[in-house]
């Protein structure tokens, strides 16, 4: 079945430095793919997505690359802030195309930037 | 735009209560809805999908008389938590799909889950 592999933490970062969390996905359809953010003791909010092959998401300075060929969507930020502190998601959906589609979740990597 | 919302935030109930958690899409109709439960440090653990009018698609696993689901309008989704008993505290996050095609067509908003704590 579809499913979501992320790089296992937690990722502790000084501030100011660069980070990747790698994601990679199986699906049998075509994905949409998206990264949640979830900050300790709240619910996830959508960070950014990308719809097709080769689609760039970015916000708040992270991006992702949807890469068909390698089947990942890493996300990557040039310089992290003590703010980015927060448990990272990726996640796909619409592999089948129904009128509405599961989200599938990966495990989520929990990042700590430290001053 | 895109805003979700969960009540209550935090509920403590004594074990053998039932619990009602609402979660309400503010700003947008959402033919679907979703119920999720997440323990601590793990994932997201999909319960059951609410569509609007129609009985709720629950996971495998799942009880589905033990978490009622109910989608009465195009933005308000209950779940109720029956005879609640302390293996069923955890965090429970809802998400309403958006209606319709285009960017937002597929794409799921969260509310900011409820911490329910049973006694």
């Known amino acids: 079945g579809d499913s979501v592999t992320q790089m296992e933490g937690p990722v502790t970062l000084s501030e100011e430095a660069f980070l990747t969390i790698n994601c990679t996905y199986t699906?049998?359809?075509?994905?949409?793919l998206f990264w949640y953010v979830q900050y300790p003791g709240e619910g996830l909010q959508l960070l950014l997505k990308?719809?097709?092959?080769?689609d760039k998401g970015s916000n708040k300075g992270f991006e992702a690359t949807y890469r068909k060929e390698t089947t990942s969507f890493h996300l990557e930020k040039g310089s992290v802030q003590v703010s980015d502190s927060a448990v990272y998601f990726c996640?796909?959906?619409?592999?089948?195309?129904?009128?509405?589609?599961?989200?599938?979740f990966g495990p989520g990597t929990s990042l700590s930037v430290i001053p | 735009g895109a805003v979700v919302s969960q009540h209550p935030s935090r509920v403590i109930c004594k074990s053998g209560t039932s619990v009602k958690i609402e979660c309400r899409s503010l700003d947008f109709q959402a033919t679907t809805m979703f119920w999720y439960r997440q323990f601590p440090k793990q994932s997201l653990m999909l319960m059951a999908t609410?569509?609007?009018?129609?009985?709720?698609?629950?996971e495998q696993g799942v009880e589905k008389d033990k978490f009622l689901i109910n989608h009465a309008s195009l933005t308000l989704s209950t779940l109720t938590v029956t005879s609640a008993h302390p293996e069923d505290s955890s965090f429970y996050i809802c998400?309403?799909?958006?209606?319709?095609?285009?960017?937002?067509?597929?794409?799921?908003?969260f509310g900011p889950g409820t911490r329910l704590t049973v006694l």
């Open positions: 998400s309403a799909q958006r209606s319709g095609t285009g960017p937002y067509g597929d794409t799921q908003y």
């Open positions: 996640a796909l959906s619409g592999a089948g195309k129904t009128s509405y589609d599961k989200v599938i």
């Open positions: 699906a049998t359809g075509y994905p949409s």
């Open positions: 609410s569509n609007e009018g129609s009985k709720a698609t629950y």
């Open positions: 990308a719809t097709k092959a080769d």
